[in-house]
């Protein structure tokens, strides 16, 4: 099928197999690596990237589906003015180490504060909970986010 | 006690939470993994897994499969015909590819090498293979039925990092046993006031490293060279030489950053079988497990284990007694290290007048068992620390003073020939005791906890590192520690910037590739600061040293470094070089060591909720007992890391196995923790006493908080009134115990 989608704010058009993964479009064909697979199941969130503003998991969504949509990966984002803000905080509080479910969280809180949903810590950690990371133990994270948000940890 | 001098160079580097080195290159998903990388023609491998978990194959068919366009070649034991094809490091049990038998579910009989992934899956479907089931071995107790099938029944070979003494034949499927046996201990328990028994059972756990193994392979001649999500690189090199039979120096491992490890990509995994797959294919080849096959590539030991432990009525420990038996599944990989370090964990440090441990690990056709963060003493100290409390309880005695009375203090033997204890240990506790309200009301169903326990740590201490200054005053460190997100270049930086009286951001450390970093024994048992870190001090020592030699000052100027080249060299050019080598004092055996002890204190307070027996963690509480904290935030970092992968051992954590089939093979149905389990509150405690063989006074840390979570979980449900002996503690297994304390009339207490 024909696939017509903005990636990063730049077109891409292309013929596509319609079982094609949006991750495999992103990391094998566009060479966008910073999406990560790990569970496959939509558990760990790793693979997160925005379609239209909203996380998904693109390990489960079909590149054919984000046809005519905004795709923002991390490389994208990494672009954006606001970024910064989100990376200082990070780096301050430490909130990552292997880094390999960095790109995913940081895509998932870009959004969350997007849309000015993070009014509490606990709605904090249940719109996380879908960001798996086995190494911080999460608090560092929690309190970068609690910081980005305005919201007392 | 003293904190250990240093050079008065510069501001100080240590000691401060320097940011992350490698924060930007994360954050911005321009770090590059394994998988992330591409290799020029490179082909796509994936690898047929055995359905059943023992049976002898019957046939095997790859003729349809090899006659499908864009499949280049099927790897299977045939082309293995010219070289020993068996490897592990411990055991050299496991074949590269099933050889006439497959002993576990998952175990790889084939693999194809593709243009795309999509034709190597498609490929492994046309593989013909037809399996003559046999019995199958599925738990510790059905290995040691004295009719048991064996499940390895060759002679045990070493590898080449047995390490642990003269290996011994075989005894059925027992392949490696580790025993202590100190003092008269039946006497001892003869005359005891007080003695506590029990079994126990640990679940067999997936360490979840969010990257899973993955490795690009390519063979050129007599050339081998791997970029790997490996821990152990220098360890993989060895075996992958000894393996194809080529020298060290062809062999060369390239570790791009690796996304979690955890001990899961310790020693050799998934290395051997993607050379012999490029090797056949003739281009390179990429192996990039998904996660169920990274769960039967290696786990953490289901463990059973038997326990008994006498106090005196006035609180003092007397004796212990174990037995226990690891699950190490079909392959040996890292399970006879794992059994003697829970040997070791298993008295807990205690002054003993006897105590006695056998430890036996045993093979099962389940996934081959190796390290995960902190083994042997998460195995076991849940079940010593529980036995502590509940002597405690029927003394009517605090926990915490049972502890202070019979704690080891520093300098005090705790294994014969063995490194004496480095540590504080009650004063450790103490801390962790006051962090979370200890002596303080609590409400019904409240319960707090307290777990002391060590892991023998360090593993063996060889290590080497090369610090290279430029012409314009930059440092690179050259350094075989792979960064698995411990934070190990960051600390690097600072030890080099230290020395050096530069700043930490003015050095880089590089990764490993064994072409071109020094020797490093491996990345794990907590080591890296301790041992890599001394070799980095002494390597940017040897620098300073050159610089106070060409300048005739001891007052260096790091402002002035490009001056200083340009005046000993003769032009804006050059460098120096140092090198820095630790090397073990006596022979590094295991039995001379440790090199330290980790520290494994903690404390929880949980409420259990009695209608549904959720368990709420509200506090834990840490120590992490460092020495010197190189970069304190780091070192907090890892003990919430630690805590939070204790959470999951002691509340839900377990691979289901049943008749050897892994029934729960998805992060659907195998759950990990998530935001929403964070404790309430999660206090860190850095403890500086300059105890620690390493840099500064400083040991290592990271593993300790894992397993004293796990234990003070256990210990506060019991103090809750609901005294557990089986990991996990989930919300079913609890609230039927709290149905069987009813019945008793024990419920509440």
Redesign the interface.
Known sequence: MNLEVTVNGRPVVREIDPQELLLDLL?DGLG??????????Q??G?CTVLVNGRPVSACCFLAGDAHGCEVV???GL?ERPEFER??AA???H?G????????GM?LTVAALLETGELTSVAE???S???????????????DAVCELAGVAP | MTTVERPSVGAAQVGRSAPRRDAAEKLRGRAQFAGDLVVPRMLHGKVLRSPVAHARIASLDTSAAERMPGVVCVLTSADLADIDPYWGHAIRDRPVVAIDKVRFSGEPVAAVAAEDEGTAVAALDAIRVEYEELPVVGTIEDALTPDAPIVNDGPLRPGLFHGLGELKPAEGNVCYRYRIDRGELEAVFAHADLVVEGEYAFPAVYQYAMETHTVVAQVEGDEITLWSSCQHPFLVRAEIAALFQVPLSSVRLVVPYLGGGFGSKSYTKMEPITVALARKAGRPVRIQNRVAESMVTTRRHGMRCRMRTAMTRDGRLLGRDVECWFDTGAYADNGPRVTATGGDAAPGPYRWEAYRVDAACVYTNTAPSGSYRAFGATHLQWIGELQVDELARRAGLDPLDVRRLSLCTPGEELRAGGKPLDADLVGDVEQVAEAVGWGTPKEQNVGRGLSVGLLAAGAHPVSSAIVRMEADGQVVVLVGTTEVGQGARTVFAQIAAEELGVEAERVTVRGADTRFTPYDRSTGASRSTTLAGLAVQRAAANVREQLVEISGTEELDPDAYPKLFQRHFGLAGGELIGRGEVAPQGSGSYAEGPVFWEVCVGAAEVEIEPETGRVHVRKTATVADVGKAINPQLVERQDEGGTLQGLGNALFEELIYEDGQLLNQTLLDYRVPTFEDLPDEMTCVIVENGDGPGPYGAKGCGEGSLAAVTAAVATAVADAGVPMTELPLTPERVWRRIQELKEEGTWPR
């Open positions: 990391r966008l690596t910073g999406a990560k697979r790990s569970c496959d199941v558990v760990c790793a990966t991390i490389e990494a989100l990376e990070m780096t301050r430490a990552l180490q292997c880094g390999f479910c960095t790109p940081v904090i950690r249940r996380l909970a879908g960001n798996l990371c086995r190494c911080t133990g999460y608090r560092c994270i929690l």
